[in-house]
């Protein structure tokens, strides 16, 4: 029978090097490596010895980075308003008018028309999924149904689109 402190001492390093390397928050690594080996613990009688202890672990681990991108997908990314209101773009540089004219001309649709431009600048996969998730609002799940893609793989379009769209948006192109 494997032991706690046993498990914990043999496979706590490589599991955090791991979740580090994937997250680049220390902090946030080790309480990936924790609720895994929370989880490892609990569930250690349903393992099943067709893959070695580590390897086991490690699919754990990466479970528990998925959610954590999973929840801050979520959590970071709602609707297509909130993508126009960013903070880091600015706007009202963008646009060549001082902030308080800004809302006149935001009104006047010249954001929205350089969004689309800039919009059917992206990539034909990146489009889809800013299409898909922010215009049309559709969930998470319909979206990587609908394409065929992994949930951290959305996350990861969705973040380089949006990034894109900031570069298109304040320096007027992709």
Not at 32 to 44: P, S
Not at 55 to 81: F, G, P
Not at 119 to 145: F, H, Q, T, W
Request: glycine share 2%; aromatic share 6%; with cysteine.
């Amino acid at each position: 029978m494997i032991q706690q402190e046993e498990l914990i001492e043999e496979h706590a390093d490589f599991l955090l090097n791991f979740a580090f390397s994937k997250v680049r928050d220390e902090e946030l690594a080790k309480d990936l490596v924790q609720e895994t080996f929370l989880a490892a613990l609990k569930n250690l009688s349903d393992f099943e010895k067709r893959s070695s202890l580590r390897t086991w672990l490690v699919s754990i681990l990466n479970r528990k980075i998925i959610d954590h991108w999973r929840k801050a997908e979520t959590r970071y990314t709602s609707n297509l308003s909130e993508l126009q209101r960013e903070k880091d773009v600015d706007l009202s540089a963008f646009l060549g008018v001082d902030d308080q004219n800004i809302e006149s001309v935001l009104e006047q649709g010249e954001l929205t028309k350089k969004l689309n431009e800039c919009i059917d600048k992206l990539p034909d996969n990146y489009k889809a999924v800013i299409s898909m998730r922010y215009l049309d609002e559709k969930k998470g799940d319909e979206v990587c149904k609908e394409l065929n893609i992994s949930p951290s793989n959305l996350w990861v379009i969705a973040h380089r689109a949006k990034l894109l769209l900031k570069d298109c948006l304040t320096q007027g192109e992709l």
